[in-house]
């Protein structure tokens, strides 16, 4: 590691409270606090953010009764049904970096009627409804969870704004990056990591995001999060009551052009008997553009940070070099058909073909 690096390395991921933005003396101190943490770190804490905590309790309280439903009934919405890759996954059915995730996870999206028609692109069919449990079995969780994405959404635009002005540009610089607002949609996983007695305690191993911003609610007082810093030293992240843990993704880091860095990260599963619960949302990028055709300009001030940070000694998680070259959204529909084959196979068939040209089995991997 260079001697740069050593001086802008992060032992502990920053926390940033949202209300300083109400007020134009304190404002000032909040975007020079999100500057450091975009530049620097990757993660942050977001406190005192306006997402109703009443309507994220009610979320929370609802997590536990949606994983003990019966297998059948999580059974009728699994992922391959839906051409969108909405939907439920069962325990163990991913691997990164050559071991099991041990999670069991619903893959759920902000609300879309699919627009798309034979012709179109398909990475457009990504988008559309997702699949939810049997109301009777479940009665009030979609509503919550509609409800809880509908609020995430909203903090998700206007924290883009911030993070443009808090990097010396103008609030609007970002939106070229993302689609117009009636065609755009957010996605979000509810995961639950069982507690784990043995050796592997890999609940998702080391990778980037690859969207734009990532909103983490950590539901349950578990340790598991980790976060690599530039020395390639792994630093907890546990959770904060009240709070979202915030972080950079792959198509951020690209249109900033490596300014605003993604870092690598992992959840290790918890010890004893209680499992883990997360509520990751993912703010997409326009599907339809490589992410490095639009420059965006930087002042000086800004780049010298970048230049300042060093570089990262060590990561563990992979990226994906097409980022440039190819739209997003074929890079996404790739990257979802190696983690779900099965949904690839039944309905992109060519393109699963091209992927595993001699066919798949056993588990997916992205990484």
Not at 218 to 242: F, M
Not at 354 to 364: D, R, V
């Amino acid at each position: 590691m260079s001697n740069s690096a050593s001086q802008s390395d992060f032992a502990s991921v920053p926390v940033l409270d949202y209300s300083l933005l109400n007020s134009a003396n304190t404002r000032p101190r909040f975007l020079q606090q999100l500057r450091h943490a975009l530049v620097n770190v990757g993660f942050l804490y977001l406190s005192n953010h306006p997402v109703s905590q009443n309507d994220i309790q009610r979320v929370i309280d609802y997590i536990p009764k949606l994983f003990d439903l019966r297998q059948e009934a999580k059974d009728a919405i699994r992922m391959v049904n839906s051409e969108h890759f909405l939907g439920y996954s069962r325990f163990g059915a991913e691997i990164t970096k050559g071991s099991v995730d041990q999670r069991e996870q619903f893959d759920f999206a902000t609300k879309y009627v699919s627009t798309w028609k034979e012709g179109d692109p398909e990475y457009y069919r990504l988008r559309g409804p997702c699949q939810w449990p049997d109301e009777k079995l479940i009665p009030g969780f979609r509503d919550a969870f509609e409800r809880y994405l509908e609020q995430v959404k909203a903090l998700s635009h206007s924290f883009s704004s911030v993070v443009a002005e808090a990097l010396g540009l103008d609030p609007e610089a970002l939106s070229q990056f993302y689609d117009p607002l009636n065609l755009r949609q957010h996605r979000a996983k509810i995961v639950k990591y069982p507690a784990i007695n043995g050796s592997n305690d890999q609940g998702v191993g080391p990778h980037y995001d690859a969207g734009f911003l990532t909103f983490l609610l950590q539901a349950s007082n578990h340790e598991g999060l980790q976060v690599q810093n530039l020395a390639g030293q792994w630093i907890n992240a546990p959770p904060i009551p009240g709070t979202f843990v915030v972080n950079i993704g792959l198509a951020f880091q690209m249109v900033t052009h490596g300014l605003a860095r993604a870092t690598s990260h992992r959840v290790l599963s918890p010890k004893g008997s209680a499992p883990r619960y997360s509520i990751p949302f993912f703010q997409t990028t326009r599907l339809d553009k490589p992410l490095g055709e639009d420059e965006l300009h930087f002042p000086p001030e800004v780049l010298a940070l970048r230049d300042a940070r060093g570089k990262v000694a060590i990561t563990e998680s992979a990226n994906f070099s097409e980022f440039a070259s190819e739209p997003f959204g074929k890079i996404a529909l790739i990257s979802r058909i190696k983690s779900h084959p099965d949904v690839g196979g039944r309905h992109y068939p060519e393109l699963f073909k091209e992927l595993f040209p001699n066919g798949h089995e056993g588990l997916g991997t992205a990484y």
